[in-house]
């Protein structure tokens, strides 16, 4: 069965920290999507990023990075330099290969607040 | 700018009423759609997957004559909550992708039945 699981379930932070979200995952598929999403207050998911099973490049987007590895079943997510925006909830996903990422399972979510 | 519109973003309907909630894809042919229920502070739960022309397939769970979703057409799906209740009260997401067209997600719906 797949699951996904965020074991910190709220972070806080001083502004200008940096945080890591955690991310571990259980997959029978040796193919497989993972996903990075954040939802703020208003609700919308917001897209981050996704990555396939077979691309184990960490990736770095700004102030975003991810650290992907398949022997430990981890995607981790840091934020450098943290701001008051970067406050939501923030979900780590699975899909298996054959949906090319369309059916996701969420973890439960990790609410991460930046105080300034 | 969006390419999933989702409406309405917020409805409030009265117990024992039904809601429709829309879904569509606005530049881009929506071959499947997938409908999520989020309850306050928890995750994102899949109800069902509708592809175009045929029926939903509803997770384990999930009641398929209360929650119908329509998947007539490759840019619009809706899901009907019929004979809404309290415990019904909660946010809605839809998603779709298509050929060669990665995943996005509507921008929600909040259901609150009084």
């Known amino acids: 069965a797949q699951k996904v699981t965020q074991a910190q379930t709220e972070i806080s932070v001083v502004e200008k920290e940096d945080v890591t979200l955690d991310c571990v995952y259980e997959?029978?598929?040796?193919?497989?999507?993972l996903f990075w999403y954040k939802q703020p207050p208003s609700g919308e998911l917001v897209f981050l990023i996704r990555?396939?099973?077979?691309?184990?490049q960490n990736e770095i987007s700004g102030r975003y990075s991810w650290n992907f590895q398949k022997s430990t079943s981890s995607f981790n997510f840091t934020i450098t330099a943290s701001q008051v925006v970067d406050s939501a909830v923030y979900f780590c996903?699975?899909?298996?290969?054959?949906?090319?990422?369309?059916?996701?399972?969420f973890g439960q979510g990790t609410e991460l607040s930046v105080k300034p | 700018g969006a390419v999933v519109s989702q409406h309405p973003s917020r409805v409030i309907c009265k117990s024992g009423t039904s809601v429709k909630i829309e879904c569509r894809s606005l530049?881009?042919?929506?071959?499947?759609m997938f409908w999520y229920r989020q309850f306050p502070k928890q995750s994102l739960m899949l109800m069902a997957t509708?592809?175009?022309?045929?029926?939903?397939?509803?997770e384990q769970g999930v009641e398929k004559d209360k929650f119908l979703i329509n998947h007539a057409s490759l840019t619009l799906s809706t899901l009907t909550v019929t004979s809404a209740h309290p415990e019904d009260s909660s946010f809605y997401i839809c998603?779709?992708?298509?050929?060669?067209?990665?995943?996005?997600f509507g921008n929600g719906t909040r259901l609150t039945v009084t």
């Open positions: 998603s779709a992708t298509g050929y060669n067209s990665p995943l996005h």
């Open positions: 997959t029978r598929d040796t193919t497989y999507y």
């Open positions: 990555r396939n099973s077979f691309d184990e």
């Open positions: 996903a699975l899909s298996e290969a054959y949906n090319q990422g369309g059916k996701l399972i």
């Open positions: 530049d881009f042919q929506a071959t499947t």
């Open positions: 509708s592809n175009e022309g045929s029926k939903a397939t509803y």
